[in-house]
């Protein structure tokens, strides 16, 4: 854990390290940022340097016992509080002061993280604020939130506030390396949702994994002039016109496609989507204009707006079909 925060948030980790080392942690920060940039890890490793026994300049050794529980979410002197349901309920809040009034069961010190801190009800954030304005011990609080603007604006006043970046998309295909998924399948997960936890989860979807390989061929007869591509719209696609996710995930796909072949135009060493057939994408960026190259990608992108007003998705679809044909070999 304490890798992975140092290198999602070099920055803010070692301005920590710096405060817990000189004994300077303030009464109460808010995290804000998207998921996946690290605000529950971060206030889990402060945690850490806080109660760690074996630190060294601010770093927590994440081998004592303390790092370990904290780690586990079993140390009783870091109390975390997470929505229960819908909300954060003032009972929740209630309990957290409740522990806070006892002196902390292993030392004096005492740290709390409340995640989704926006869905505080205005009775517990109000239950929150009274604690904040009048810490009792040695207390330091972590609030969390992917949105700050609704948190209540007396409790922001009441932190330390910080922003924290999503990690950009190399950290990102790094990240879902580790987890298991091949180098060229995570930069198409990427591409398509932009984001770590999406791209976690469609990485297991069996459908996704079909749609992208139908998608594929049909670009595939496309890209050969082969207008089998347009019975293809039929007889492959057509299962994933069912509902209006499919549907603009077949889109997405194609747009990454098109964009594959206008990069690949342009950079050699473009960072594609599709990077499972980048050779076969390239050979043919290399046969088109590039003005061909972006008139596609206009043409995928105008199939977006026609079905924003409900043109029959079977429709735009052969039409796009045929339009790429042609725009990509006459
Ligand atoms: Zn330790």
Redesign the pocket.
């Known amino acids: 854990m304490e890798q992975k925060i140092m290198e999602l948030q070099p920055r803010l980790t070692e301005h920590f390290m710096k405060l817990t080392e000189a004994g300077k942690l303030s009464h109460a920060y808010l995290f804000a940022g998207p998921a996946g940039s690290g605000k529950a890890e971060l206030a889990l490793f402060v945690a ?1 340097a806080v ?5 060294k300049d601010g770093m ?9 529980r904290i780690a586990d979410h079993s140390f009783p002197d870091v109390v975390e509080v997470a929505p229960d349901g819908a909300s954060i309920k003032v009972d929740q809040i209630r309990f957290l002061k409740a522990e806070f009034s006892k002196s902390g069961v292993e030392g004096t010190r005492k740290i709390f993280i409340i995640s989704a801190a926006e869905k505080m009800t205005v009775s517990a954030a109000n239950s929150l604020l009274k604690f904040l304005e009048e810490p009792s011990g040695d207390v330091c609080a972590f609030l969390l939130t992917e949105n700050a603007s609704l948190i209540l604006p007396t409790v922001i006043s009441r932190c330390q506030e910080f922003e924290l970046q999503s990690p950009g998309f190399d950290e990102l295909m790094e990240r879902l390396e580790h987890e298991g998924i091949s180098r060229d399948r995570a930069s198409l997960l990427l591409g398509v949702t932009g984001s770590l936890n999406l791209a976690l989860e469609l990485s297991g979807d069996d459908e996704f994994a079909a749609m992208s390989a139908d998608v594929w061929e049909w670009f595939r007869l496309i890209m050969t002039n082969d207008l089998r591509a347009f019975v293809n719209v039929t007889t492959h696609l057509k299962q994933y016109f069912s509902d209006r996710s499919e549907q603009d995930m077949l889109l997405d796909l194609v747009v990454l496609l098109v964009r594959d072949v206008m990069l690949l135009k342009f950079e050699d060493n473009g960072r594609t989507s599709f990077a499972m057939h980048r050779d076969e994408l390239r050979a043919f960026s290399e046969k088109i204009s590039a003005q061909r190259a972006c008139r596609a990608t206009e043409l995928v992108l105008d199939s977006k707006k026609l079905q924003a007003v409900n043109v029959s998705f079977q429709n735009i679809l052969e039409t796009l079909t045929l339009k790429l044909v042609s725009c990509y070999h006459e």
């Open positions: 850490q109660f760690c026994t074996g630190r927590p050794c994440g081998k004592c016992s303390e790092c370990r």
